[in-house]
């Protein structure tokens, strides 16, 4: 039971964030708009940028970052071209940091020799499942927070989840122009909104 409760915290502290200022975070409806090519390398499905840069596999833990998302795995390298991709839903998701097994040796050490527990760092992420007609295999753009404390980790804003993107893609709410109207976008067969569900 003890294990269990302390499981959820980390997604009861993310929760509640995203509970207190909803407006702050992205949400179903949306409009994802890719500026230019992003390409996920052979043998992986998935792709980093950080910063406004595309980094490949890997990010910096410091710092807010987004990954693109295709559906299959291939041996050869998939592009995901310049698209504008509805946002079908979005939600919060807790992904436990893990460490090298010195690092993990090292923190023990240093926790024991302050009267601590070890370390359970996490990072909050945010996840938006994408929908195109031209790119269905493109399902899902995740974006992260900082690495953290449970009680002092969060799920990146809006804000920071555009400067984690920089001029690679651009979030647009519902009321921005070029895009689909409030109504039309909640009768698209992808989604069901109500009025609650818009910014």
Same mark, same amino acid.
């Given at each position: 039971m003890w294990v269990f409760t302390f499981a959820l915290l980390p997604l009861l502290y993310a929760c509640q964030h995203w509970q207190q200022q909803p407006y702050r975070y992205p949400k179903k409806g949306m409009t994802l708009i890719l500026h230019?090519?992003?390409?996920?390398?052979?043998?992986?499905?998935?792709?980093?940028?950080?910063? $406004?840069?595309i980094t490949g596999g890997a990010h910096s833990r410091r710092n807010p970052y987004c !990954?693109?998302? &295709?559906?299959?795995?291939?041996?050869?390298?998939?592009?995901i071209q310049p698209d504008r991709f509805l946002i079908k839903r979005a939600g919060t998701n807790t992904r436990l940091v893990s460490y090298s097994p010195v690092q993990l040796a090292t923190l023990y050490i240093q926790a024991s020799s302050s009267g601590g527990d070890a370390p359970s760092d996490v990072i909050y992420t945010i996840e938006m499942k994408?929908?195109?007609?031209?790119?269905?295999?493109?399902?899902?753009?995740?974006?992260? $927070?900082a690495e953290d404390h449970p009680?002092?980790?969060?799920?990146?804003?809006?804000? !920071?989840?555009? &400067?984690?993107?920089?001029?690679?893609?651009?979030?647009?709410p519902w009321s921005s122009p070029g895009k689909m109207d409030s109504i039309e976008s909640c009768n698209h067969p992808l989604i069901n909104c109500s009025s609650s569900d818009l910014i």
């Open positions: 230019e090519p992003v390409t996920v390398q052979a043998d992986t499905t998935g792709v980093y940028i950080q910063d $406004g840069k !990954e693109f998302r &295709v559906r299959k795995l291939k041996e050869s390298p998939q592009t994408l929908y195109s007609a031209h790119q269905p295999d493109v399902i899902l753009l995740e974006c992260g $927070g009680a002092e980790a969060y799920a990146p804003t809006l804000e !920071e989840i555009q &400067v984690a993107l920089g001029n690679i893609a651009t979030l647009e």
